[in-house]
């Protein structure tokens, strides 16, 4: 990933369609302690994960994806552009050794040519609509243009305005050398643009003028966009919506989007504000439930929004700042990082286990030792206030007495007693539960009822305690 981007179909390669959104995601191998390709595979299958997407062609990979049932992009790396736009016998025997060879069994659906080439140090944006254009010529020589759609993932930083977001339009000197004929070369084929999107950049270099729970798809007042009063409840939304209308001002209305990178970081630097396990299991949970609830974005409503998750596993190998190597859902032990739901029902059972009085997430058990998990900064757990009140209730009496929570201060007549609101209650017991828990991973969720703050809370006169 580029560390300046700013988290499958029509709104997809075409691939499929269906009414809900789908969920990819990115398995990528810049590691030295990863699992072997056939066991990636049974995890796939395991996590009901039916798409992936790979940065490459390699062998084994694809050779053990076959007859599994998940459907697959692959890409063409940047370094082998120059040739693929110079020499349509270069395309026709990269198809032939690197798809042909491995189709049907494998089904491979979509290719990436290239990867965020705008920002690529080694100026191969030239190559990339000729490039295109050959290999979708050698798709056509075998029959599988139809079947096989080609599409070349973008960062946000390929727009020169993004908010808000009805001002979209594309950077001026890309316009007329690149965007505009590779917009036209996806219509044609009946493709849509690949989209590299992540909130968590923007939130971290604007986290004083851009809300976390406006980032992390949670209850916040929402943004009214000031150009067409669109209102929007979350950041990715407004971010896919920046591309489209960056496209309308094109006039390629009818180019649908695949968001093929959105992550959350679970580590980061010092710097790196809001990286940490927490709100990266915030942002994918809920970014899950909001693609599979088949909505589509304000200014494209009828449209699902369909995401290839980044990534399936940490990779130690990655340069960059800390938070590069930390964007997995798995470990390389092939133990969760956190746990989300990744299907609809994984998503249905974790909503059914909120409303039964469960927590969800935090009450998965920490991996390891909880004690020793990083604590980046003073944080504190507070109850959503914008949460059902027969849940956030749920939660409370699970923090209260299965959890262990400190709830004596909130008992009438005690010292936190007042305000006497579910809300302020909740907070006090969620957080006792946090900090007793060292801040843990996955203890500030209770099923989506608790989120972290940096901030310590104010309810009346009551202290919030950071540690036990």
Request: proline residues 6%; negative net charge; hydrophobic residues 35%.
């Amino acid at each position: 990933m580029a560390p300046l981007r700013f988290f499958f179909l029509f709104l997809s390669l075409s691939f499929s369609s269906s009414e809900a959104g789908s969920i990819g995601i990115n398995y990528g191998r810049i590691a030295n302690n990863l699992p072997t390709p056939s066991k990636v595979v049974e995890l796939l299958k395991t996590q009901g994960i039916t798409r992936v997407k790979l940065y490459d062609t390699e062998s084994t990979v694809l050779t053990v994806l076959s007859n599994s049932g998940i459907k697959v992009v692959v890409a063409m790396p940047n370094e082998l552009l120059s040739n693929a736009a110079a020499d349509q016998s270069f395309t026709d025997i990269w198809i032939q050794t690197n798809i042909v060879k491995y189709y049907p069994a494998t089904q491979i659906e979509a290719i990436a040519v290239g990867n965020e080439v705008f920002v690529d140090p080694k100026n191969t944006t030239n190559y990339l609509v000729p490039a295109m254009k050959n290999v979708q010529a050698s798709l056509v020589k075998k029959n599988l243009d139809k079947v096989i759609k080609i599409s070349s993932p973008i960062a946000l930083s390929a727009l020169q305005s993004s908010y808000p977001t009805s001002s979209g339009t594309f950077k001026t000197e890309l316009i007329e050398p690149v965007i505009k004929p590779m917009l036209e070369f996806l219509r044609q084929t009946g493709s849509s643009l690949m989209v590299n999107a992540y909130p968590f950049f923007a939130y971290a270099a604007n986290s004083d003028t851009i809300s976390l729970d406006y980032a992390l798809f949670k209850q916040n007042p929402g943004v009214v966009d000031s150009g067409n009063g669109l209102k929007y409840s979350n950041l990715l939304d407004a971010q896919i919506d920046a591309v489209y209308a960056a496209m309308s001002a094109l006039q390629y209305n009818d180019v649908g989007i695949t968001v093929s990178e959105t992550g959350w970081p679970s580590l980061g630097d010092s710097n790196e504000i809001g990286a940490g396990e927490d709100n990266a299991a915030s942002y994918n949970g809920n970014l899950v439930r909001r693609v599979l609830n088949g909505s589509g974005t304000p200014l494209r409503p009828n449209e699902t929004v369909n995401v290839f998750l980044f990534a399936l596993f940490n990779e130690n190998q990655k340069t960059g700042p800390t938070s590069e190597k930390n964007y997995g859902l798995f470990y390389p032990s092939e133990e969760k990082v956190y746990d989300i739901p990744l299907t609809v029902a994984g998503v249905n059972k974790t909503s059914s286990s909120a409303a039964n009085g469960g927590v969800g997430r935090s009450v998965v058990p920490v991996k390891g030792d909880v004690s020793a998990v990083v604590n980046r900064g003073e944080t504190w757990c507070v109850a959503n206030g914008g949460y059902s009140e027969e849940k956030l209730q749920h939660a409370l009496d699970y923090a209260c007495g299965e959890g262990g929570a400190d709830c004596s201060p909130i008992q009438p007549g005690a010292t936190c007693y007042n305000p006497n609101t579910l809300e302020a209650h909740a907070s006090y017991a969620f957080n006792s539960f946090y900090q007793k828990k060292s801040r843990g991973s996955g203890t500030c969720d209770f099923g989506g009822a608790g989120y972290v703050v940096t901030q310590p809370p104010r309810y009346g006169a009551c202290n919030f305690p950071t540690g036990y």
